[in-house]
Nanobody, 123 residues
């Protein structure tokens, strides 16, 4: 059983940056593909970014490509999401998740989820 705990959310102005962290415990972190998803009020949970277990490959939603960067530190069981040039439309609760499957964009294949961290971007 993997436990995930996100941190780093907050209220920022458009154009600012935030760095989200997700600390994992209770499992072998390096076995899992890690993903970030987000959910705005009244919306579905959307894929944001994912990274393979060894960090060699990353995947991004088109809406964040070039602005967000996902990375991981397997030695410290942590995955990060660096978010630059934030826009009001990035406002959402951000979740990290872990999967054993090689289908990083599909939330259905993620077995473990954190509680989420709120990101609010004001215009």
């Amino acid at each position: 059983q993997v436990q995930l705990l996100e941190s780093g959310g907050g209220l920022v102005q458009a154009g600012a940056s935030l760095r989200l962290s997700c600390a994992a415990s209770g499992g072998t972190f390096s076995r899992y593909v890690m993903g970030w998803f987000r959910q705005a009020p009244g919306q579905e949970r959307d894929f944001v970014a994912a990274i393979t277990n060894n960090g060699d490959n990353t995947y991004y939603a088109d809406s964040v490509k070039g602005r967000f960067t996902i990375s991981r530190d397997n030695a410290n069981n942590t995955v990060f999401l660096q978010m630059n040039s934030l826009k009001p439309e990035d406002t959402a609760v951000y979740y990290c998740a872990a999967t054993s499957y090689s289908l990083p964009r599909n939330p259905r294949y993620y077995a473990y989820w954190g509680q989420g961290t709120q990101v609010t971007v004001s215009s």
